[in-house]
């Protein structure tokens, strides 16, 4: 019996041991995945991107008569003092202007006095609009991008890769395929005028034998 006690004794030992190991093993575990977390949210912090701030004065400018673009806005309104960056919006497509646009100055007080004084100023038969705009309301949007110009635009870039595209020296088979989609075109046009009474029918010239 006495040996049975010291045998049941020492299974007790084990197993407050094993089990306080345990518990030890798991606390390191949790403290582990704590620090881990803790320093990861240090880490996306750090690379947080620090609030944009601005020391220059920027104003909006609304109901830009055609014409006066970017250069034109800059020459201009530099008789109140240093333009840093001027923008007009524009069409994403064609390049046109939309209408507004932003100019940025050197000093923040120039820019409040050029906003007071050019806000529903009569330019070729239009009223201006002029809103300063406080640093704290200011962001990198305004002038994102490059300057446009009246031969640099998407429109004109696109048009330009299609010429080249279209006189570029192509294959028999590619040759072949777009001689077979113009004359499905000249088939689909002849019904149609078939069914308004015009009967019309279209010879392709030199057209290859497919």
Not at 50 to 78: A, C, D, L, Q, W
């Amino acid at each position: 019996m006495k040996v049975k006690k010291v045998k049941t004794q020492k299974s007790s030992v084990l197993n407050k041991a094993v089990s306080n190991v345990k518990q030890v093993i798991k606390k390191r575990d949790k403290e582990a995945v704590k620090k881990s977390l803790l320093k990861k949210s240090d880490d996306k912090d750090k690379n947080k991107e620090k609030p944009f701030k601005s020391t220059r004065g920027v104003i909006y400018i609304g109901h830009i008569p055609y014409g006066f673009f970017e250069n034109e806005m800059k020459e201009y309104f530099e008789q109140f003092g240093k333009v840093t960056k001027v923008r007009v919006a524009r069409s994403k497509k064609t390049g046109k202007s939309r209408g507004y646009g932003y100019i940025e100055f050197e000093n923040i007080e120039v820019a409040k006095i050029a906003a007071e004084t050019m806000n529903n100023y009569l330019m070729c038969g239009r009223l201006l609009k002029a809103t300063f705009i406080p640093p704290e309301k200011q962001h990198k949007g305004f002038f994102i991008g490059k300057p446009w110009t009246s031969k640099i635009y998407p429109k004109a870039v696109n048009r330009v890769k299609e010429l080249k595209k279209n006189e570029s020296l192509i294959t028999e088979k590619v040759y072949k395929k777009n001689v077979r989609r113009s004359l499905r075109q000249l088939s689909a046009l002849e019904k149609k005028l078939k069914n308004v009474g015009v009967d019309l029918k279209f010879k392709p010239v030199d057209a290859p034998k497919l």
